[in-house]
């Protein structure tokens, strides 16, 4: 085939050749470190002066652009894959994961329709399937990849909500004056965001001592409330890795005829572990929930796998109509764009698949039993050691602390210093006015030796 002499772009010339080339080698090198260095991030003006216009009228050239790529711009951002990495909730995707990713780039395969993306589709509904199995929902369970927690966590409650509109009209009950969901105050941000893009109330829940909702305390909150369409649960706070009590919790919003949807974005993953899986007894109550591979699934960013026990109900809420659509929406095929959000997607389960393929469900029961085996380990340690306290013991993954007479000036003198240094990312957090820090430990190659000598550095400071 010619080229057409007014496109320079997709032309397989001796450059695009040389390009390619190029791009791999530096995909290759970026995967051979062991580990990536952290690096640092730098301000906008520390970039202005380094970075020169890249998009200009003609272009600067892939060769420079990808040497400016990897000698500025790269190690501007930290690697959110060194086992250092300990802050917010880190990412520590698999080798194959991250090789496949590369591949769903290469492929061009739109994932939004069954029509368009088959195969895909068929390889990621596997992988929702056995996630679905995991949790005890039964078969015909199912849901989409989409972007992360916050869009999951919106999805599912947008189909809450339409299921209970639905439920009222078909009853003739009049519209509730408000539409309302409940969750306690550890519940992730996102929710928030959800309730004010539906413009819904949010019906506080108030925990005890433990931080752990249960049913007992939703009933309280919700029983004086009409138009209460759903009850979230939090599986593994992101704070501190609590699991609020899922049984009873689904059990009370089912009495109240709401839709129980069980936000495991983090934690959900720590059902694969045989030591933690009681933690998740009543997620098999769940209408949906949802799990982030990019959080403890080993996958890179961006993935939030959203399951429900009845996808229909999803496709009511989220199927878009227009002329041009209806030759896919009017099949009866299984098409992700019907259960989310969005329309428009990448096959962005796939990572999640080939990895899951490559090395079985054992080795993933393996690796998330050995981070909450090493986050009890060095909780434990900080337990023993004079001056540092636990703010409360770990339940998941995730450990936070405090170093005794530390202020929050301390704490980011000391992070930055190891930061750094290229020993570890440990941001300052805080809980209830005082300040912490804390370790979320979702990487496999993350030591309790490489821990302990953090905590030294605390010692000496
Ligand atoms: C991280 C997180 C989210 C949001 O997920 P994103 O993928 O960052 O959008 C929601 N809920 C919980 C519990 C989380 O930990």
């Not at 209460?228 to 706070?237: N, S």
């Amino acid at each position: 085939m010619t080229t057409p002499p007014s496109d320079r772009m997709h032309a397989l010339d001796v450059d695009t050749l040389k390009l390619r080339e190029e791009v791999f080698d530096y995909a290759r090198r970026r995967m051979n470190y062991e580990p990536a260095p952290l690096d640092e991030s730098k301000t906008p003006a520390e970039l202005a002066a380094l970075v020169p216009p890249t998009v200009t009228e003609t272009g600067i050239g892939g060769l420079t652009a990808l040497k400016l790529f990897e000698e500025v711009l790269a190690p501007s951002c930290i690697s959110v894959d060194n086992p250092g990495f300990l802050s917010f909730i880190p990412a520590a995707p698999t080798e194959a994961a991250t090789l496949f990713d590369l591949v769903v780039s290469a492929s061009s395969i739109y994932g939004g329709s069954w029509a368009e993306g088959a195969g895909a589709v068929y390889a990621e509904n596997e992988v929702l399937q056995w996630l679905a199995r995991e949790a005890g929902l039964p078969d015909g369970a199912g849901g989409v990849f989409v972007q992360g927690g916050t869009l999951g966590n919106l999805s599912a409650l947008v189909a809450a909500r339409h299921t209970a509109k639905v439920a009222r009209e078909r009853s003739g009950e009049p519209m509730p004056r408000r539409w309302a969901f409940a969750c306690s105050a550890e519940a992730h941000s996102s929710l928030k965001a959800a309730a004010r893009v539906m413009d819904v109330e949010i019906i506080p829940v108030p925990i005890g001592e433990s931080g752990k909702m249960n049913g007992l305390d939703v009933a309280a909150a919700v029983t004086e409330w009409d138009g209460v369409f759903a009850v979230v649960a939090t599986g593994g706070t992101t704070n501190f890795g609590i699991v609020d009590h899922l049984r009873s919790i689904g059990e009370i919003a089912h009495e109240h005829g709401a839709w129980f949807h069980v936000d495991g974005a983090y934690g959900l993953a720590g059902m694969l572990a045989p030591s933690s899986r009681h933690l998740f007894d009543g997620v098999e109550l769940a209408d949906s929930f949802i799990v982030d591979p990019h959080k403890w699934l080993f996958a890179p960013f961006d993935a939030c796998a959203l399951v429900y026990r009845d996808p229909l109900l999803a496709k009511a809420a989220h199927t878009q109509h227009a002329e041009y659509l209806d030759v896919l929406t009017e099949t009866g095929d299984w098409n992700p764009s019907d259960y989310a959000y969005h329309l428009s997607r990448r096959p962005r389960g796939l990572p999640l698949w080939f990895s899951l393929a490559t090395h079985g469900i054992g080795a993933y029961r393996d690796a998330v039993e050995s981070n909450i085996q090493l986050a009890h380990k060095i909780a434990a340690e900080i337990d023993r050691r004079p001056g540092f306290a636990l703010v409360r013991q770990p339940e998941l993954s995730n450990v936070v602390f405090t170093r005794d007479g530390w202020s929050a000036a301390d704490y980011a003198r000391w992070s930055t210093d190891l930061l750094h240094r290229d020993v570890a990312f440990v941001v300052p957090s805080s809980h209830l006015g005082q300040p912490n820090t804390r370790f979320s430990i979702v990487n496999p190659q993350t030591t309790y030796e490489a821990l302990v000598q953090i905590l030294d550095t605390m010692e000496n400071d």
